[in-house]
Protein backbone atom coordinates (compact mmCIF):
# COMPACT_ATOMS: atom_id res chain seq x y z
CA UNK A 1 0.00 0.00 0.00
CA UNK A 2 1.46 3.02 -0.68
CA UNK A 3 2.13 5.80 1.95
CA UNK A 4 -0.14 8.37 0.53
CA UNK A 5 -2.73 5.82 1.20
CA UNK A 6 -1.60 4.89 4.18
CA UNK A 7 -1.79 8.30 5.24
CA UNK A 8 -5.44 9.00 4.24
CA UNK A 9 -6.44 5.85 5.91
CA UNK A 10 -5.10 7.26 9.38
CA UNK A 11 -6.47 10.59 8.87
CA UNK A 12 -9.92 8.63 8.40
CA UNK A 13 -9.87 6.41 11.23
CA UNK A 14 -9.06 9.45 14.02
CA UNK A 15 -11.95 11.30 12.22
CA UNK A 16 -14.05 8.46 12.56
CA UNK A 17 -12.88 7.97 16.27
CA UNK A 18 -13.63 11.22 17.16
CA UNK A 19 -16.81 11.45 16.13
CA UNK A 20 -18.11 7.68 17.71
CA UNK A 21 -21.07 7.40 19.72
CA UNK A 22 -22.79 4.12 20.73
CA UNK A 23 -26.36 3.71 19.93
CA UNK A 24 -28.68 1.77 17.95
CA UNK A 25 -31.13 -1.60 19.04
CA UNK A 26 -28.92 -3.86 21.05
CA UNK A 27 -30.65 -6.68 19.65
CA UNK A 28 -29.78 -6.02 15.85
CA UNK A 29 -26.12 -7.18 15.77
CA UNK A 30 -23.56 -6.86 12.87
CA UNK A 31 -21.44 -10.05 12.62
CA UNK A 32 -17.77 -8.96 10.29
CA UNK A 33 -16.11 -11.45 8.49
CA UNK A 34 -13.63 -10.34 6.01
CA UNK A 35 -10.80 -12.65 5.16
CA UNK A 36 -10.68 -15.45 3.35
CA UNK A 37 -12.79 -18.19 2.03
CA UNK A 38 -11.16 -20.72 4.18
CA UNK A 39 -11.63 -18.97 7.19
CA UNK A 40 -15.06 -18.21 6.01
CA UNK A 41 -15.35 -22.51 5.54
CA UNK A 42 -13.85 -22.98 9.09
CA UNK A 43 -15.83 -20.49 10.45
CA UNK A 44 -19.56 -21.96 9.04
CA UNK A 45 -20.49 -24.08 12.11
CA UNK A 46 -19.73 -21.82 14.20
CA UNK A 47 -21.89 -19.21 12.45
CA UNK A 48 -24.21 -21.26 12.75
CA UNK A 49 -23.65 -21.87 16.48
CA UNK A 50 -23.83 -18.03 16.60
CA UNK A 51 -27.23 -18.06 15.21
CA UNK A 52 -28.74 -20.53 17.72
CA UNK A 53 -27.25 -18.71 20.47
CA UNK A 54 -28.77 -15.52 19.02
CA UNK A 55 -32.19 -17.20 17.69
CA UNK A 56 -34.50 -15.55 15.19
CA UNK A 57 -37.59 -13.42 16.22
CA UNK A 58 -35.04 -12.26 19.17
CA UNK A 59 -32.28 -11.21 17.25
CA UNK A 60 -31.28 -9.70 14.23
CA UNK A 61 -28.42 -10.76 13.04
CA UNK A 62 -26.37 -9.20 9.67
CA UNK A 63 -23.39 -10.47 8.35
CA UNK A 64 -20.93 -8.00 6.59
CA UNK A 65 -18.70 -10.43 4.48
CA UNK A 66 -16.15 -10.15 1.91
CA UNK A 67 -17.65 -10.43 -1.17
CA UNK A 68 -15.54 -13.11 -2.91
CA UNK A 69 -18.07 -15.09 -0.82
CA UNK A 70 -21.12 -13.64 0.59
CA UNK A 71 -23.31 -15.00 -2.34
CA UNK A 72 -22.42 -18.71 -0.59
CA UNK A 73 -23.06 -17.55 2.70
CA UNK A 74 -26.52 -16.38 1.65
CA UNK A 75 -26.94 -19.73 0.41
CA UNK A 76 -25.95 -21.47 3.67
CA UNK A 77 -26.50 -19.66 6.63
CA UNK A 78 -30.14 -18.68 8.35
CA UNK A 79 -29.03 -14.69 8.94
CA UNK A 80 -31.24 -11.87 8.81
CA UNK A 81 -29.11 -9.41 6.37
CA UNK A 82 -26.14 -9.49 4.39
CA UNK A 83 -23.93 -6.79 3.06
CA UNK A 84 -21.04 -7.67 0.92
CA UNK A 85 -17.81 -5.30 0.79
CA UNK A 86 -14.47 -5.50 -1.73
CA UNK A 87 -12.19 -5.48 0.75
CA UNK A 88 -9.47 -4.08 -1.39
CA UNK A 89 -11.79 -1.18 -2.88
CA UNK A 90 -12.65 -0.07 0.81
CA UNK A 91 -9.22 0.49 1.77
CA UNK A 92 -8.31 2.32 -1.93
CA UNK A 93 -11.60 3.93 -2.93
CA UNK A 94 -12.42 6.92 -0.83
CA UNK A 95 -16.24 6.82 -2.60
CA UNK A 96 -16.51 3.17 -2.08
CA UNK A 97 -15.26 3.74 1.49
CA UNK A 98 -17.56 6.50 2.74
CA UNK A 99 -20.80 4.75 0.49
CA UNK A 100 -19.98 1.39 2.42
CA UNK A 101 -19.39 3.29 5.86
CA UNK A 102 -23.10 4.81 5.35
CA UNK A 103 -24.66 1.61 5.30
CA UNK A 104 -23.39 0.35 8.29
CA UNK A 105 -24.08 3.29 10.18
CA UNK A 106 -27.70 3.16 8.61
CA UNK A 107 -28.03 -0.33 9.82
CA UNK A 108 -28.38 1.20 13.60
CA UNK A 109 -26.60 -1.87 15.04
CA UNK A 110 -26.69 -2.20 18.37
CA UNK A 111 -24.10 -4.64 18.77
CA UNK A 112 -21.20 -6.43 17.16
CA UNK A 113 -19.28 -9.59 16.52
CA UNK A 114 -16.25 -9.45 15.48
CA UNK A 115 -14.61 -12.87 15.48
CA UNK A 116 -10.89 -13.03 12.68
CA UNK A 117 -8.46 -13.10 14.93
CA UNK A 118 -5.96 -11.46 12.86
CA UNK A 119 -8.42 -8.07 12.45
CA UNK A 120 -6.65 -4.86 10.68
CA UNK A 121 -7.60 -1.36 12.13
CA UNK A 122 -7.85 0.32 8.80
CA UNK A 123 -10.57 -2.66 8.13
CA UNK A 124 -12.60 -3.94 10.99
CA UNK A 125 -11.89 -1.50 13.32
CA UNK A 126 -12.76 1.49 11.15
CA UNK A 127 -15.97 -0.66 10.02
CA UNK A 128 -16.99 -0.80 13.80
CA UNK A 129 -16.58 2.59 14.04
CA UNK A 130 -18.86 3.39 11.17
CA UNK A 131 -21.65 1.13 12.95
CA UNK A 132 -21.32 2.82 15.85
CA UNK A 133 -21.02 -0.56 18.03
CA UNK A 134 -19.10 -2.37 19.92
CA UNK A 135 -18.46 -5.89 20.98
CA UNK A 136 -16.75 -9.12 21.20
CA UNK A 137 -13.47 -9.49 19.49
CA UNK A 138 -10.02 -11.49 20.43
CA UNK A 139 -7.57 -9.40 22.20
CA UNK A 140 -4.95 -7.40 20.14
CA UNK A 141 -2.58 -10.07 18.51
CA UNK A 142 1.16 -10.12 18.71
CA UNK A 143 1.47 -9.35 15.50
CA UNK A 144 -0.03 -5.74 15.97
CA UNK A 145 1.30 -5.45 20.01
CA UNK A 146 3.59 -2.41 18.05
CA UNK A 147 0.25 -0.69 16.95
CA UNK A 148 -0.54 1.68 19.54
CA UNK A 149 -3.27 2.62 17.63
CA UNK A 150 -4.71 -0.69 17.45
CA UNK A 151 -4.68 -1.36 21.05
CA UNK A 152 -6.58 1.96 21.84
CA UNK A 153 -8.89 0.92 19.56
CA UNK A 154 -9.31 -2.39 21.25
CA UNK A 155 -9.84 -0.69 25.07
CA UNK A 156 -12.63 1.79 23.14
CA UNK A 157 -14.53 -0.38 21.45
CA UNK A 158 -14.58 -4.33 22.21
CA UNK A 159 -15.36 -6.01 25.55
CA UNK A 160 -15.34 -8.81 25.96
CA UNK A 161 -11.59 -9.37 24.68
CA UNK A 162 -11.21 -12.73 23.92
CA UNK A 163 -6.73 -13.91 24.66
CA UNK A 164 -5.74 -16.78 22.66
CA UNK A 165 -2.45 -18.15 21.45
CA UNK A 166 -1.13 -17.24 17.63
CA UNK A 167 -0.40 -20.84 17.19
CA UNK A 168 -3.88 -21.93 17.64
CA UNK A 169 -5.76 -23.95 14.76
CA UNK A 170 -8.26 -21.65 12.96
CA UNK A 171 -11.58 -23.34 14.42
CA UNK A 172 -9.81 -23.63 18.09
CA UNK A 173 -9.76 -19.77 17.98
CA UNK A 174 -13.29 -20.33 16.39
CA UNK A 175 -14.68 -22.42 19.54
CA UNK A 176 -12.71 -20.19 22.02
CA UNK A 177 -14.51 -17.33 20.78
CA UNK A 178 -17.78 -18.99 20.80
CA UNK A 179 -17.23 -20.10 24.31
CA UNK A 180 -16.76 -16.56 25.74
CA UNK A 181 -20.37 -16.14 24.46
CA UNK A 182 -21.39 -18.43 26.09
CA UNK A 183 -21.88 -21.13 23.80
CA UNK A 184 -22.74 -24.51 24.92
CA UNK A 185 -20.09 -26.42 22.52
CA UNK A 186 -23.03 -28.55 20.89
CA UNK A 187 -22.99 -27.64 16.86
CA UNK A 188 -26.34 -27.30 15.18
CA UNK A 189 -27.15 -29.65 12.47
CA UNK A 190 -25.28 -28.70 9.17
CA UNK A 191 -27.85 -27.32 6.71
CA UNK A 192 -28.41 -29.82 3.22
CA UNK A 193 -26.32 -29.16 0.53
CA UNK A 194 -28.53 -27.94 -2.21
CA UNK A 195 -28.35 -30.33 -5.86
CA UNK A 196 -25.06 -29.47 -8.02
CA UNK A 197 -25.88 -27.20 -10.45
CA UNK A 198 -25.78 -27.65 -14.47
CA UNK A 199 -22.55 -26.18 -14.47
CA UNK A 200 -21.19 -29.12 -12.44
CA UNK A 201 -19.55 -32.35 -14.39
CA UNK A 202 -21.67 -34.68 -15.07
CA UNK A 203 -20.89 -38.08 -13.33
CA UNK A 204 -17.60 -38.42 -10.90
CA UNK A 205 -14.99 -36.31 -10.63
CA UNK A 206 -12.29 -34.68 -8.98
CA UNK A 207 -11.13 -31.10 -8.24
CA UNK A 208 -7.62 -29.54 -8.39
CA UNK A 209 -6.90 -26.70 -6.97
CA UNK A 210 -3.40 -25.13 -7.99
CA UNK A 211 -3.14 -22.06 -6.56
CA UNK A 212 -2.35 -21.21 -3.24
CA UNK A 213 -4.04 -17.47 -2.58
CA UNK A 214 0.11 -16.49 -2.04
CA UNK A 215 1.36 -16.71 -5.49
CA UNK A 216 2.73 -18.80 -7.58
CA UNK A 217 5.32 -19.54 -4.99
CA UNK A 218 3.91 -21.33 -2.71
CA UNK A 219 1.85 -23.27 -4.83
CA UNK A 220 2.95 -27.08 -5.78
CA UNK A 221 4.47 -27.70 -9.16
CA UNK A 222 1.99 -28.09 -11.48
CA UNK A 223 4.05 -30.72 -13.60
CA UNK A 224 3.78 -32.89 -10.77
CA UNK A 225 0.14 -32.86 -10.20
CA UNK A 226 0.13 -35.48 -13.60
CA UNK A 227 1.99 -38.18 -11.29
CA UNK A 228 0.19 -36.90 -8.15
CA UNK A 229 -3.16 -38.31 -9.39
CA UNK A 230 -2.40 -41.01 -12.01
CA UNK A 231 -4.38 -43.34 -10.05
CA UNK A 232 -7.32 -41.18 -10.64
CA UNK A 233 -9.59 -42.78 -12.96
CA UNK A 234 -12.04 -39.89 -13.08
CA UNK A 235 -12.52 -36.73 -15.21
CA UNK A 236 -11.04 -33.40 -13.23
CA UNK A 237 -12.07 -30.38 -13.08
CA UNK A 238 -8.82 -27.71 -12.68
CA UNK A 239 -9.96 -24.08 -10.89
CA UNK A 240 -8.69 -21.21 -10.09
CA UNK A 241 -9.64 -17.73 -10.79
CA UNK A 242 -9.19 -15.48 -13.21
CA UNK A 243 -5.47 -14.19 -11.94
CA UNK A 244 -4.35 -18.51 -12.35
CA UNK A 245 -5.08 -18.55 -15.63
CA UNK A 246 -1.53 -19.56 -16.34
CA UNK A 247 -1.08 -22.18 -13.49
CA UNK A 248 -4.25 -23.70 -14.24
CA UNK A 249 -3.56 -24.14 -17.76
CA UNK A 250 -0.39 -25.78 -16.76
CA UNK A 251 -2.18 -28.21 -14.28
CA UNK A 252 -4.74 -29.27 -16.77
CA UNK A 253 -1.74 -29.76 -19.12
CA UNK A 254 -0.04 -32.18 -17.01
CA UNK A 255 -2.88 -33.95 -16.62
CA UNK A 256 -4.11 -34.64 -19.63
CA UNK A 257 -7.33 -35.02 -21.84
CA UNK A 258 -9.15 -36.16 -18.74
CA UNK A 259 -8.91 -32.24 -16.92
CA UNK A 260 -10.85 -29.90 -17.77
CA UNK A 261 -9.27 -26.11 -16.89
CA UNK A 262 -11.83 -23.54 -14.92
CA UNK A 263 -10.14 -20.79 -14.51
CA UNK A 264 -12.02 -17.43 -13.68
CA UNK A 265 -15.04 -19.30 -15.14
CA UNK A 266 -17.40 -19.72 -12.40
CA UNK A 267 -19.15 -17.63 -9.69
CA UNK A 268 -18.03 -18.08 -5.82
CA UNK A 269 -21.70 -19.98 -5.70
CA UNK A 270 -20.50 -22.55 -8.86
CA UNK A 271 -16.98 -22.61 -7.54
CA UNK A 272 -18.29 -24.00 -3.86
CA UNK A 273 -21.13 -26.26 -5.51
CA UNK A 274 -18.25 -27.82 -7.53
CA UNK A 275 -16.55 -28.35 -4.40
CA UNK A 276 -20.03 -29.31 -2.44
CA UNK A 277 -20.34 -32.32 -5.29
CA UNK A 278 -16.57 -33.55 -5.99
CA UNK A 279 -15.37 -37.03 -5.33
CA UNK A 280 -12.02 -35.83 -4.13
CA UNK A 281 -10.31 -32.41 -3.72
CA UNK A 282 -6.76 -32.06 -3.96
CA UNK A 283 -4.37 -28.88 -3.75
CA UNK A 284 -2.60 -26.57 -2.14
CA UNK A 285 -3.53 -25.74 1.48
CA UNK A 286 -6.41 -23.00 0.40
CA UNK A 287 -9.63 -21.87 0.78
CA UNK A 288 -11.28 -24.78 -1.28
CA UNK A 289 -10.10 -27.81 0.97
CA UNK A 290 -11.69 -26.89 3.77
CA UNK A 291 -14.36 -25.73 2.18
CA UNK A 292 -14.65 -29.19 1.11
CA UNK A 293 -14.09 -30.37 4.16
CA UNK A 294 -17.16 -29.08 6.03
CA UNK A 295 -18.80 -30.75 2.93
CA UNK A 296 -17.84 -34.08 4.05
CA UNK A 297 -16.28 -34.60 0.80
CA UNK A 298 -12.62 -36.55 0.79
CA UNK A 299 -9.68 -33.49 0.62
CA UNK A 300 -6.20 -33.72 0.47
CA UNK A 301 -3.45 -30.17 0.48
CA UNK A 302 -0.30 -29.76 -0.13
CA UNK A 303 0.98 -27.88 2.91
CA UNK A 304 3.59 -25.44 3.57
CA UNK A 305 5.43 -24.36 6.73
CA UNK A 306 3.99 -20.92 6.67
CA UNK A 307 1.54 -21.01 9.85
CA UNK A 308 2.08 -24.36 11.23
CA UNK A 309 -0.77 -25.59 13.73
CA UNK A 310 -3.23 -22.66 12.26
CA UNK A 311 -4.75 -24.76 9.53
CA UNK A 312 -3.66 -28.39 10.17
CA UNK A 313 -4.08 -30.76 11.55
CA UNK A 314 -7.54 -30.41 12.57
CA UNK A 315 -8.27 -30.52 16.19
CA UNK A 316 -10.53 -33.56 17.09
CA UNK A 317 -13.95 -31.70 18.33
CA UNK A 318 -15.55 -31.30 14.67
CA UNK A 319 -19.01 -31.07 13.65
CA UNK A 320 -20.80 -34.31 12.36
CA UNK A 321 -20.25 -34.56 8.59
CA UNK A 322 -16.58 -32.59 8.70
CA UNK A 323 -14.26 -34.41 7.05
CA UNK A 324 -10.72 -33.27 7.68
CA UNK A 325 -8.67 -33.06 5.15
CA UNK A 326 -5.33 -35.35 5.02
CA UNK A 327 -2.00 -33.06 4.42
CA UNK A 328 1.42 -33.56 2.75
CA UNK A 329 3.92 -31.25 4.09
CA UNK A 330 7.82 -31.60 4.00
CA UNK A 331 10.11 -30.83 6.86
CA UNK A 332 11.53 -27.38 7.23
CA UNK A 333 13.13 -25.60 9.84
CA UNK A 334 11.70 -22.58 9.58
CA UNK A 335 7.96 -23.24 9.95
CA UNK A 336 6.65 -20.53 11.35
CA UNK A 337 8.18 -18.18 9.17
CA UNK A 338 4.65 -16.56 8.03
CA UNK A 339 5.64 -16.83 4.42
CA UNK A 340 8.56 -14.58 4.71
CA UNK A 341 11.12 -17.09 3.55
CA UNK A 342 15.00 -16.44 4.25
CA UNK A 343 15.58 -19.66 2.21
CA UNK A 344 13.92 -19.14 -1.11
CA UNK A 345 15.27 -16.19 -2.57
CA UNK A 346 12.58 -14.93 -5.39
CA UNK A 347 12.43 -18.61 -5.83
CA UNK A 348 9.37 -21.30 -5.18
CA UNK A 349 9.41 -22.04 -1.08
CA UNK A 350 11.04 -25.23 -0.26
CA UNK A 351 8.52 -26.35 2.13
CA UNK A 352 6.65 -27.02 -0.70
CA UNK A 353 9.08 -27.44 -3.61
CA UNK A 354 10.60 -30.34 -1.50
CA UNK A 355 7.21 -32.30 -1.27
CA UNK A 356 7.84 -35.22 -3.74
CA UNK A 357 5.03 -36.24 -5.90
CA UNK A 358 4.63 -40.08 -5.12
CA UNK A 359 4.11 -38.58 -1.07
CA UNK A 360 0.51 -37.01 -3.11
CA UNK A 361 -0.14 -39.67 -5.11
CA UNK A 362 0.66 -41.90 -1.52
CA UNK A 363 -1.99 -39.53 0.54
CA UNK A 364 -4.46 -39.83 -2.30
CA UNK A 365 -4.42 -43.63 -2.74
CA UNK A 366 -5.09 -43.84 0.86
CA UNK A 367 -7.70 -41.90 0.77
CA UNK A 368 -9.05 -42.87 -2.19
CA UNK A 369 -8.91 -46.70 -0.58
CA UNK A 370 -10.99 -45.12 2.76
CA UNK A 371 -13.08 -43.24 0.83
CA UNK A 372 -14.02 -44.73 -2.17
CA UNK A 373 -16.52 -42.87 -4.77
CA UNK A 374 -19.59 -45.04 -5.43
Not at 130 to 153: D, E, Y
Not at 351 to 356: E, K, N, S, T
Request: aromatic share 10%.
Amino acid sequence: MRLSAKIALTRDLFRALAAFRRGGDPENLLVVRLDGFGDFALYLPYALALRELYPHGKYRLTLCANADWCEVAEKLLPFDGFIPLEVRRYMTDYAYRRSMNARLAAGRFGGLVQPRFFREPFLEDRLALAAGCGGAAFAVTPVHLQRRIARFLQKRLYAPRIACPVDLHEAAKNRKFMESLGWNGVFPPRPELPPPLESCPAGGYAVVLPGSGKGARAAFPPERWGKSLADVKLKIAVAGSANERELVAATAAALGDRAVPLAGTLSSVEFADLLAHAALVVGNDTGGIHFAAWCGVPALAVAGGGHPGCYYPYPPYLPDRVLPPRFVAAECPHAGCAWHCRRSGDGAFPCIADVAAESVASGVRRLLAEHPFE
